[in-house]
């Protein structure tokens, strides 16, 4: 998954980038298991599982690909405390440009040492 995930650690002028195939590739369970869920009322529960996954990849997108990177410009300051740290995380993941020594953790969740000091605090 490197190989992918790899171009979105990399300085380039392109919108598109490798990393962006995850959108794709996860689009298709999403699609099967809503059209199944709909098309058969015994497999029902499937199309909640498939609305699931395309909630958590617009959730995603939002986050990372607006608030976090601006690959969409918006105007956005983080206000919450939650926000805040999660963005910090995300740049701590983002300053290892290889897989080697990186840090990981969930896109919607980041450990309290990421926590933003405010300058009122100090």
Same mark, same amino acid.
């Given at each position: 998954m490197w190989r992918w995930h790899r171009s979105h650690h990399t300085v380039h002028g392109r919108f598109f980038e490798r990393n962006d195939l995850f959108a794709v590739v996860f689009s298709i369970? &999403? $699609?099967?298991? $809503? +059209?199944? *869920?709909? +098309?058969n009322e015994s497999l029902g529960i499937l199309k909640y599982? *498939? =609305?699931?996954?395309? +909630?958590? *990849?617009? =959730?995603? &997108? $939002?986050?990372h690909d607006v608030i976090v990177h601006r690959r969409i410009k918006i105007r956005y300051k983080a206000k919450s405390p939650y926000m805040k740290r999660i963005i910090n995380a995300h740049y701590h993941h983002h300053r290892k440009h290889t897989k080697e020594g990186g840090e990981a953790f969930g896109f919607l969740y980041a450990p309290k040492k990421y926590e933003v000091k405010s300058a009122k605090a100090e």
């Open positions: 369970p &999403s $699609i099967v298991l $809503i +059209a199944l *869920g709909v +098309a599982f *498939g =609305f699931g996954i395309m +909630a958590y *990849g617009i =959730f995603y &997108s $939002i986050f």
